[in-house]
């Protein structure tokens, strides 16, 4: 049974940075390409980031490009999201998702796998 669980979110002022983990299991994680959504409450999912399986290529949105890294370790079979710089409106709940695909997608259709989500909120 594959799990992709999220972990790392919290309540931060703007400016500041936060460090999501997305810990996978039941699956070879050096096969998948990894991505990263969120979703704001009234708003669709939307992509931020997408690491390839063989972490050479990264893609970022345009809204996070330069703030947010995404990374992941092969030994520890987790995926990471370092985020800095904070606005308000990165203020929603982040999702780690999966696929079997060489190369990620901005849409969400793609993916495999998903966690459940961690809360991201950021204050003014």
């Known amino acids: 049974q594959v799990q992709l669980v999220e972990s790392g979110g919290g309540l931060v002022q703007a400016g500041g940075s936060l460090r999501l983990s997305c810990a996978a299991s039941?699956?070879?994680?050096?096969?998948?390409?990894f991505s990263w959504f969120r979703q704001s409450p009234g708003k669709e999912r939307e992509f931020v980031a997408t690491?390839?399986?063989?972490?050479?290529?990264?893609s970022y949105a345009d809204s996070v490009q330069g703030r947010f890294t995404i990374t992941r370790d092969v030994a520890r079979n987790t995926l990471y999201l370092q985020m800095s710089s904070l606005k308000p409106e990165d203020t929603a709940i982040y999702y780690c998702?999966?696929?079997?695909?060489?190369?990620?997608?901005?849409?969400?259709?793609?993916?495999?796998?998903w966690g459940q989500g961690t809360q991201v909120t950021v204050s003014s």
């Open positions: 039941g699956l070879t994680f050096s096969d998948y390409t």
């Open positions: 690491i390839s399986w063989s972490g050479g290529g990264t």
């Open positions: 998702a999966a696929t079997s695909s060489y190369e990620g997608s901005i849409n969400d259709l793609w993916y495999d796998y």
